[in-house]
């Protein structure tokens, strides 16, 4: 089974505009991480942001949000105020448990800002 | 630049070869993994070594293997190369359980 799941495989969004980018998962266990990643064309994976399981907040970074809802399985990445160079592709990715730091991906949602 | 080193950048072979990708972890960081980008598996753990030794595996072929040096760098190597091992190869590492994660740039394989 899947365990991440990136139902949208490609968006189109105005430059200045925010977009968000969906991403459920599949675990049993209590104790997990999230992650997203952007890959640019150059294929460069960089990491944008990380939620835990057990944290009450939603993770912020700059311009990148990501939007916890632990009753739905689902965390999604908000990016407002998209700029050009925010066209990439974007994984979702989870590490289940507490050691090790395999992830599991989604199959990525690539996003074209345009101006 | 996430301070994970990976070489090549490219490499091109002919089916049937061997090749060996390397990693040089960011420093401090004890853990190393693999994962493989294909156009049709998307991204795939492949193997993860701790401080020498392997500590999980995941899809790997047994034509791959991996291991991590005493200085922590980590090389992969494939052999016997088929069309369909054509992918990019990431490795990433770690201090332990974290909550960032960093990727080197990746090697792109192209056998053909």
């Known amino acids: 089974a899947q365990k991440i799941t990136q139902t949208q495989p490609g968006m189109f969004v105005q430059e200045k505009e925010a977009v968000t980018l969906d991403c459920t998962y599949d675990?049993?266990?209590?104790?997990?991480?999230l992650f997203w990643y952007k890959q640019p064309s150059s294929g460069e994976m960089i990491f944008l942001i990380y939620q835990g399981s057990y944290d009450e907040q939603n993770a912020t970074e700059g311009r990148y949000s990501l939007n916890f809802q632990k009753a739905r399985k689902s965390a999604n990445l908000v990016i407002s105020a998209s700029q050009l160079g925010d066209s990439a592709m974007y994984f979702c990715a989870m590490r289940e448990g507490n050691n090790d730091y395999k992830l599991s991906f989604g199959a990525g949602t690539t996003v074209t800002v345009r101006a | 630049d996430s301070g994970v080193t990976q070489t090549p950048k490219h490499l091109i072979t002919a089916t049937g070869q061997r090749v060996t990708l390397r990693c040089s972890p960011r420093?401090?960081?004890?853990?190393v993994y693999w994962y493989q980008q294909s156009l049709d598996q998307g991204l795939q753990f492949l193997i993860q070594y701790y401080n020498g030794e392997e500590r999980a595996k995941g899809n790997i072929l047994e034509r791959f293997s991996a291991q991590q040096f005493p200085d922590l760098h980590s090389e992969l190597n494939l052999s016997s190369l088929e069309l369909g091992d054509s992918a990019l190869y990431f490795c990433?590492?770690?201090?332990?359980?974290?909550?960032?994660?960093?990727f080197g740039q990746g090697t792109r394989l192209t056998v053909v």
């Open positions: 420093s401090g960081d004890l853990s």
């Open positions: 990433a590492s770690s201090v332990g359980r974290v909550t960032e994660a960093f």
């Open positions: 675990t049993s266990d209590q104790s997990y991480g």
